[in-house]
């Protein structure tokens, strides 16, 4: 996910929320919950993030859309890995930094529309859709029979 963060020292929360894949209404929400996202704003009085909180909301994200958890179950979560030592080993695993950059490949799909993904990844998709698409127009084909439903 490491390639998903533009090199740049600063960015807009537009900018955040095209990377993520999230609106901003949700970042904005997020911040008031977890205060270590919460960014500095510049002169104009917009909000300007830093590359360590990107990474931090990947973390979040990926706690409350991967693994399913709550938001108190995510501040614990995270507290459990500050305590433990190992929450900067956790968020470099996840924005791709880790030792094994593939070991989070899986997740790297499930970031949420507008998210960026490999060109495989659009082609995976885009098969499955297809199949997906066969499917609804005639689930004979698998042998699946639907009373009173008539091939496209």
Same mark, same amino acid.
């Given at each position: ?15 955040? &929320? ?19 996202? *919460?960014? #500095? ?19 979040? $994200? ?11 179950? *995510?501040? $614990? ?5 500050? $305590?433990?030592? $190992?929450?900067? #080993?956790?968020?470099? %695993?996840? @924005? ?6 593939? &070991?989070?490949? *899986?997740?790297? *799909? ?13 082609? @995976?998709? %885009? ?13 004979? &084909?698998?042998?699946? #029979? ?7």
């Amino acid at each position: 996910m490491n390639g998903l963060i533009p090199d740049r020292t600063f960015f807009r929360i537009g900018d955040v &929320a095209g990377i993520l894949g999230l609106k901003t209404h949700v970042i904005r929400f997020w911040e008031g919950e977890f205060p270590f996202l *919460a960014p #500095e704003k510049g002169p104009n009085g917009q909000r300007v993030y830093r590359r360590s909180q990107i990474e931090s909301l990947i973390l979040v $994200k990926h706690l409350l859309h991967v693994e399913r958890y709550s938001i108190e179950g *995510a501040k $614990k979560r995270i507290t459990e890995l500050r $305590k433990s030592g $190992k929450l900067r #080993e956790f968020i470099r %695993e996840l @924005s791709g930094g880790g030792t094994s950059p593939g &070991a989070r490949s *899986a997740e790297v *799909a499930d970031l949420g529309p507008g998210s960026v993904i490999s060109k495989n990844g659009i082609e @995976s998709l %885009e098969s499955k859709i297809e199949e997906l698409q066969d499917l609804i127009r005639n689930p004979s &084909a698998l042998g699946i #029979e639907v009373p009173g439903l008539k091939p496209f």
